[in-house]
């Protein structure tokens, strides 16, 4: 970890803020902490953010707008912090360009824990510590995915895919022609074990596809074989 590393917390209650601002801080994180998304916002387009920490009940904008207007420009980890713990909210979290989400009342060294995972993972795909594959890019049907550069074009046009949309976009063209289950695309791309009812890579694919333009039912790339996994044909 570095001493560099910039995090963002943004959340209206004042000493859960607080709170996991000390945490980071002891990590030798440099905290970036607001109560509203302007302010958080401003501070995104001023300093160089490396993950944000943003909760879904803000007093000005709602943190699933707030995460969405980030990605617009920005690709590092984004976790969410809420109330809410039913399903649907995970989904809408993630399909929106979040990577984690955590749920209070929360134990704070897991979210420590969980913001030193993002950044590892974050800093493992966009370096050339990775261990060179057997092809550095792929190129059919218009879709062009480069490992090396991570740099991917549908038709020419480039997509900005976050970290782990890429990595899921890589491994299914590394496989192409095979389908691959959820388990094992977790288990690749996050690196941690599939739990039953995860619906974490569910909610990246269709992210994945709408940023590619696609058709949930006809996907022309990313496609479902029900009961089995995804793959691209």
């Given at each position: 970890?570095?001493?560099n590393?910039?995090?963002?917390?943004?959340?209206d209650?004042?000493?859960?803020?607080?709170?996991?601002?000390v945490?980071?801080?002891?990590?030798?994180y440099?905290?970036?902490?607001?109560?509203n998304?302007s302010?958080?916002?401003?501070?995104?387009n001023?300093?160089?953010i490396?993950?944000?920490?943003?909760?879904?009940?803000?007093p000005?904008?709602n943190g699933?707008?707030l995460c969405q207007?980030?990605?617009?420009?920005?690709?590092?980890p984004?976790i969410?912090l809420?109330?809410?713990?039913?399903?649907m909210?995970?989904?809408?979290?993630?399909?929106?360009?979040?990577?984690?989400?955590?749920?209070?009342p929360?134990?704070?060294?897991?979210?420590v824990?969980?913001?030193?995972?993002?950044?590892?993972?974050?800093?493992?795909?966009?370096?050339?510590?990775?261990?060179a594959?057997?092809?550095?890019?792929y190129?059919?049907?218009g879709?062009?995915?480069?490992q090396n550069?991570?740099k991917?074009?549908?038709?020419?046009?480039?997509?900005?895919?976050?970290?782990?949309?890429?990595?899921?976009?890589?491994y299914l063209?590394?496989?192409r022609?095979?389908?691959v289950?959820?388990?094992?695309?977790?288990?690749?791309v996050?690196?941690?074990?599939?739990?039953?009812n995860?619906n974490?890579?569910?909610?990246?694919?269709?992210?994945?596809?709408e940023?590619m333009?696609?058709p949930?039912?006809?996907?022309?790339?990313?496609?479902?074989?029900?009961?089995?996994g995804y793959?691209?044909?």
């Open positions: 970890m570095s001493a590393d910039k995090v963002l917390i943004v959340d209650e004042r000493e859960i803020a607080d709170l996991v601002e945490y980071l801080k002891n990590e030798n440099t905290v970036f902490k607001f109560y998304a302010d958080a916002l401003a501070c995104v001023r300093e160089k490396d993950l944000a920490i943003l909760d879904v009940m803000l000005d904008m699933f707008v207007k980030i990605r617009e420009n920005h690709m590092f984004i969410m809420t109330a809410k713990v039913e399903d909210d995970k989904i809408t979290g993630l399909t929106l360009g979040a990577d984690d989400y955590i749920t209070k929360f134990n704070p060294l897991e979210l824990a969980r913001v030193k995972t993002q950044l590892r993972r974050y800093t493992r795909y966009n370096t050339s510590k990775v261990t594959p057997e092809f550095d890019e190129d059919f049907s879709l062009y995915i480069c550069t991570h991917c074009t549908l038709n020419e046009e480039e997509l900005a895919l976050t970290p782990i949309e890429f990595n899921i976009l890589w063209c590394e496989h022609g095979k389908v289950s959820s388990e094992e695309l977790f288990e690749v996050w690196g941690e074990k599939y739990l039953d995860n974490t890579v569910m909610a990246h694919i269709a992210r994945l596809r940023k333009h696609e949930s039912r006809k996907p022309k790339f990313v496609k479902t074989v029900w009961g089995v793959t691209i044909e």
